[in-house]
């Protein structure tokens, strides 16, 4: 029986303890007063665990390094671990996108599914207690935490990236790692609203835009990034919602002065037959006393939006719909089509939902987790380099990672 010690209560370090647990002495040091501190504010309290779908499309929903998880996730399916949680009583259901949650919709039946299976196996969980040295000597291992030191055979660094702070992922992982010359990309955050400089989220805090379409274009060719269609949020200094989420993986390692940002406030119709809505609308409302060019817009967008399109097009909402010229209806259109967003960077990781960057996974073994150049050193979860789209892929990188460490370490014992 080897002593494993797992430094973070994270969903990684959970899933790698109830495995590894089976035929190890486990402990796992946990800095906060309890585990799994983020699954409680994940998809809103209710916890999206994992994707209803294939290994394949799972794999396609990575951004960031898919390859390396082709093990991991043929180790650990979605499937997987949908049954890991019923088989514990959690009951889960399936919703739009494949997205899976507990029935309850209680992320706290996650947390608790994921402590009960390590307590069954006799995990010892320090809690209120913080790593601040990992050191190697003569195939053992010297932790050092805020209250006292350990000597163990394997650590595993559960530690999570940087996002939300609070919930106790500092980066304390890419210490860890940098003390033994382990390769760390630069992390930064994933999943994260992105700063404008225009002034309409102040103005218009917390307005969500429905069925509109972000693009992202390259400001010096002018090619474009990538369009994604759905929800945006307006939020202090930034949008947000699931749109600009998406983008802001897809745009953080790009410099953000060579990137321009528009909005589609009506993407389903394209330009030739937006004109002759208006145009159509105009002569409607040419027969009506007193129409202006406040109604005509009325008729286009949200309320709320209209004073910000009227001031894009430079037109007082008081022009009576007779002299709504030609120019100005080309200016509506292109304001509608093409509403241009000086996109300044990257919000902060107080709000991002992940941490793209960390561990290079060039120097894991992607079975194991295990680094290669230091046998018994594993990292697992969000402090590596690989991160997803929303939709659960998250915590299933986080669960599969945990699992295939936590099953070698089993393995290993059993040889
Ligand atoms: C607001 C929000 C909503 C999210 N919603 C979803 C969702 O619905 N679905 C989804 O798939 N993903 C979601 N995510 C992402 C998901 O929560 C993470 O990907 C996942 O928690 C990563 O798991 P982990 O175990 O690697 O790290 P973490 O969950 O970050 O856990 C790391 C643990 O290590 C502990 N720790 C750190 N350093 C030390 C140290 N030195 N000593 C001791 N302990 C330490 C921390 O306290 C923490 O408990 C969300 C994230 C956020 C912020």
Do not use: W
């Amino acid at each position: 029986m080897s002593k494993v010690l797992i430094i973070g209560g994270g969903p990684s370090g959970l899933m790698c303890g109830a495995k590894a647990s089976r035929n190890n002495d486990v402990i796992i040091i946990e800095k906060n007063e309890k585990v799994g501190k983020k699954i409680y504010i994940t998809g809103k309290g209710r916890c999206n665990v994992t994707n209803n779908c294939s290994n394949q499309e799972f794999i396609n929903n990575v951004v960031t390094n898919p390859k390396f998880l082709y093990s991991a996730i043929n180790h650990f399916s979605c499937e997987d671990t949908m049954n890991f949680f019923e088989e514990r009583g959690v009951k889960l259901v399936t919703e739009r996108g494949n997205r899976v949650f507990p029935y309850s919709y209680h992320a706290s039946d996650i947390t608790k599914a994921l402590l009960k299976a390590c307590l069954d196996n006799n995990v010892e969980i320090k809690y209120f207690e913080t790593v601040v040295k990992v050191e190697k000597n003569n195939d053992k291992f010297y932790i050092t935490t805020n209250k006292s030191t350990y000597l163990v055979d394997k650590v595993v660094v559960a530690t999570g990236g940087m996002s939300y702070p609070q919930t106790g992922s500092t980066g304390d992982g890419y210490v860890f790692a940098k003390g033994f010359n382990i390769d760390v990309v630069k992390p930064i955050p994933g999943l994260v609203p992105l700063l404008v400089k225009e002034d309409f989220p102040r103005e218009l805090y917390n307005f969500t835009f429905k069925n509109v379409k972000l693009t992202a274009f390259f400001k010096s060719s002018k090619k474009l990034i990538h369009s994604e269609f759905g929800e945006l949020m307006t939020m202090k200094g930034a949008i947000g919602g699931p749109i600009a989420l998406t983008m802001s993986s897809l745009i953080n390692k790009l410099d953000p002065n060579d990137i321009l940002l528009e909005l589609d406030l009506k993407p389903a119709l394209n330009e030739e037959k937006l004109e002759k809505r208006i145009i159509n609308d105009i002569e409607l409302l040419k027969k009506k006393a007193n129409s202006n060019a406040f109604i005509l817009i009325r008729g286009l967008v949200p309320s709320s939006l209209i004073p910000m399109i009227l001031k894009r097009i430079d037109v007082d909402g008081s022009l009576l719909i007779k002299n709504v010229s030609q120019e100005i209806i080309i200016r509506l259109i292109n304001v509608l089509k093409h509403f241009r967003l000086e996109y300044s960077g990257l919000d902060s990781f107080s709000r991002a939902i992940i941490t793209s960057g960390g561990i290079s996974v060039k120097e894991l073994n992607p079975k194991t987790m295990e680094v290669k150049k230091i046998p018994g050193l594993f990292f697992v979860g969000e402090t590596i380099n690989i991160d997803a789209f929303t939709g659960g892929f998250n915590m299933q990188i986080a669960l599969s990672c945990g699992a295939s460490c936590g099953d070698y370490l089993y393995n290993l014992e059993n040889k």
